[in-house]
Every structure is written in structure tokens, then in C-alpha cells.
């Protein structure tokens, strides 16, 4: 079970050396599972799975679709409500996602978190894990609600992607910097 981390607003994400944007590995032309995002939104920051068939993407689940991270060009909603934070996809009537395909060795930094609830009793002892990422590694893979869901074990299906820093994102919330160890 995972427990989605409290953050104020919606997932943000920022690319630090991602290899997709120089190579090409980009989706932007399937809109969200009209089933998965009826009450869900698109947030970037997000692993979800890429069905090219059907044209959609969905909560990834499991390893029979490629699984990309979203990180859609931010626009304004509401002019009173500006920043990163109150950006997101409300799915078939908006623009259709960005998504890029991970490969070993790319670097990003999102809060788009969940933790293994059965591993960290809260967001405190999940912090506290934080704070001893030089001698205990931690690892994010896919969850079902699309955030990176981070444990103490590499994941088994999906992405395998080290969390190496704990830092902040432009608004001063926490953030996981991340490295893709396997795709």
C-alpha cells in the first residue's frame, strides 16, 4: 500500500539531464484513459503508462506498457493562482500530456511522491528515511496513482529508479532528485 506524500497543490517536476528531449523519446499525442482519469488529473511528475495502440495514457499498474514521466509545458488557469504548483491536465477537454521516455542514466526532480506505508508509518518517518539516503539507498518505481512510489527495495516491475537527494522544488516544498538505474 502506498500513502501519496502531502504536498500543497499539484506535482511538479523539473528535468536535470533527461536524454528524451535530445533524442526524440517523446509522447504528446495520446489523451488520458478516460477511464483511469474521470475524477484523476494529469500532474507532472507523474510515471504512467503509454498504451500507443488506443492512443492513451493510465495509471501504470503493471510491465505490459512503456512507462514515461510527464512533464507538460505549464500554463496559467487562473492568473490569481500563479506557480508550478496549481498546474494540471484535467484530461480529455484539456491539452494532451507530454510525456517523455526514461533511459538509464536520466536525472529529474519531482514531488510527485508516494511512500510504501508498510515500510514508513508517515510523512515523519519517511523523512526521517530521507535524511539517511548517503548510507541507506531508497527507490521509486511506478504506483497506481501515478506518483513515484518510493521503498526501501528496488522495484520489481516497471522503471527502477534510485531517489539520490533530498531537496526542495521552486516553491520551497520538498523534492526528490531521482536517477533511472534501470528502464
Not at 54 to 72: C, E, I, M, N
Not at 85 to 100: A, T
Not at 147 to 153: D, I
Amino acid at each position: 500500500m502506498a500513502t501519496r506524500l502531502v504536498i500543497d497543490g499539484y506535482g511538479q517536476v523539473e528535468l536535470n539531464n533527461v536524454a528524451f528531449r535530445r533524442d526524440g523519446r517523446i509522447e504528446a499525442q495520446c489523451k488520458p484513459d478516460e477511464t483511469d482519469f474521470s475524477d484523476a488529473v494529469v500532474e507532472n511528475g507523474m510515471l504512467l503508462a503509454v498504451d500507443n495502440v488506443a492512443r492513451t495514457v493510465k495509471f501504470a499498474t503493471d510491465s505490459s506498457l512503456p512507462v514515461a514521466l510527464v512533464y507538460s509545458a505549464e500554463h496559467m488557469y487562473d492568473e490569481r493562482k500563479p506557480g508550478l504548483k496549481n498546474f494540471y491536465l484535467k484530461g480529455k477537454d484539456d491539452f494532451l500530456p507530454r510525456l517523455g521516455y526514461l533511459a538509464v542514466g536520466d536525472k529529474y526532480t519531482t514531488n510527485c511522491i508516494a511512500y510504501d506505508s508498510s515500510e514508513f508509518a508517515n510523512d515523519s518517518a519517511f523523512e526521517s528515511a530521507l535524511e539517511a539516503l548517503d548510507s541507506t539507498p531508497l527507490w521509486a518505481g511506478i504506483d497506481a496513482s501515478g506518483a513515484h512510489k518510493v521503498s526501501a527495495t528496488a522495484p520489481t516491475v516497471g522503471p527502477k529508479i534510485r531517489v539520490i537527494k533530498k531537496t526542495t522544488m521552486p516553491d520551497g516544498t520538498l523534492g526528490l532528485k531521482m536517477q533511472v538505474y534501470v528502464d
